[in-house]
Nanobody
Framework: QLQASGGGLVQAGGSLRLSCAASGSISSINYMGWYRQAPGKQRELVAIISRRGTTNYLESVKGRFTISRDNAKNTWYLQMNSLKPEDTAVYYC??????????WGQGTLVTVSS
């Protein structure tokens, strides 16, 4: 019900843009976010945006990543610039409805080579 796309292989310093589209059956989304999980590590919140546009970022990505959303399309994005090898992970999109129900995308792999 959440379809993530945009991952891939990029050199350090490069950019990628992730997209996540929610199916029409998912409505009343309050928060849209991106998480990531690197091998051997716990999943962590990378960025989140509220319906009103309030954003919050993982400290290590501030100034490099930008989250945005298109409410009309039920779609959100993660623009990732100045990528570092430590950004390598599987990125998951997440949606939280006003009812507090969570939805997860299937994950998209981002690999940053040094």
């Amino acid at each position: 019900q959440l379809q993530a796309s945009g991952g891939g292989l990029v050199q350090a310093g490069g950019s990628l843009r992730l997209s996540c589209a929610a199916s029409g059956s998912i409505s009343s989304i309050n928060y849209m976010g991106w998480y990531r999980q690197a091998p051997g590590k716990q999943r962590e919140l990378v960025a989140i945006i509220s319906r009103r546009g309030t954003t919050n970022y993982l400290e290590s990505v501030k100034g490099r990543f930008t989250i945005s959303r298109d409410n009309a399309k039920n779609t959100w994005y993660l623009q990732m610039n100045s990528l570092k090898p430590e950004d390598t992970a599987v990125y998951y999109c997440n949606a939280v409805q006003y009812s507090a129900t969570h939805y997860w995308g299937q994950g998209t792999l981002v690999t940053v080579s040094s």
